[in-house]
Nanobody, 128 residues
Framework: QVQLVESGGGSVQAGGSLRLSCSAS????????MGWFRQAPGKEREAVAS????????YYADSVKGRFSTSQDNAKNTLYLQMNSLKPEDTAMYYC?????????????????????WGQGTQVTVAS
């Protein structure tokens, strides 16, 4: 059974940093396309970043390029999202998700519907 558990969220001042973690279990981590999404109250879920856990390709939303970085540790089956220079508009519930490998190579990494498995989310709040 695939399980994804996020951690690392919290409250921070604008300009600060947080690192989110997503611990995966129940499947071969390196064979999946992993994504980070976020959803603020009253807004649609939006893609933040994606990485092919087997190594190589990474994608970022324009709104976070240069500030956020995603990585993985296959030995620990863990996905990370390093968030720097945080802004109040980054405030949201952050989710990690897993999808078939093809999602990372087919140009559809940002489509939430393509991800089969989701974590419960971790809240990030950035104060101005």
């Amino acid at each position: 059974q695939v399980q994804l558990v996020e951690s690392g969220g919290g409250s921070v001042q604008a300009g600060g940093s947080l690192r989110l973690s997503c611990s995966a279990s129940g499947y071969t981590f390196s064979r999946f396309c992993m994504g980070w999404f976020r959803q603020a109250p009253g807004k649609e879920r939006e893609a933040v970043a994606s990485i092919y856990a087997g190594g190589g390709r990474k994608y970022y939303a324009d709104s976070v390029k240069g500030r956020f970085s995603t990585s993985q540790d296959n030995a620990k089956n863990t996905l990370y999202l390093q968030m720097n220079s945080l802004k109040p508009e980054d405030t949201a519930m952050y989710y990690c998700a897993a999808a078939d490998t093809v999602v990372c190579f087919g140009g559809s990494w940002s489509v939430a519907y393509n991800y089969n498995y989701w974590g419960q989310g971790t809240q990030v709040t950035v104060a101005s």
